[in-house]
């Protein structure tokens, strides 16, 4: 059983940056697919960026294209995710997940974080 606990989330003016850090514990993160997820307020959970278990294919959502960067630290079994460039838009709770299938897809993730929220001020 995977343990997946977020941190580095909190209050940002627009324009600034966040790094988000997935500490895994109960398993090796980097035998897993991973991937972070946002949920706004009245929203559904959706596809922020994910990472293949060999770490050579990322994929992102249109939305943070060119301005997220997920990566992965097989020494402290942590997956990231850089923000730069941050909008009021990108205002959510953001999720880490992992899985054995490398996807957009919500659904294909077993294990989840509890979540850490980050907030954009305009």
């Known amino acids: 059983q995977v343990q997946l606990v977020e941190s580095g989330g909190g209050l940002v003016q627009a324009g600034g940056s966040l790094r988000l850090s997935c500490a895994a514990s109960?398993?090796?993160?980097?035998?897993?697919?991973t991937g972070w997820f946002r949920q706004a307020p009245g929203k559904e959970r959706e596809f922020v960026a994910a990472?293949?278990?060999?770490?050579?294919?990322?994929h992102y959502a249109d939305s943070v294209k060119g301005r997220f960067t997920i990566s992965r630290d097989n020494a402290k079994n942590t997956v990231y995710l850089q923000l730069n460039s941050l909008k009021p838009e990108d205002s959510a709770v953001y999720y880490c997940?992992?899985?054995?299938?490398?996807?957009?897809?919500?659904?294909?993730?077993?294990?989840w974080g509890q979540g850490t929220q980050v907030t954009v001020s305009s």
């Open positions: 997940a992992a899985g054995r299938v490398y996807s957009i897809l919500l659904e294909s993730y077993v294990y």
């Open positions: 109960g398993g090796t993160v980097s035998t897993y697919a």
């Open positions: 990472l293949s278990q060999g770490g050579g294919s990322t």
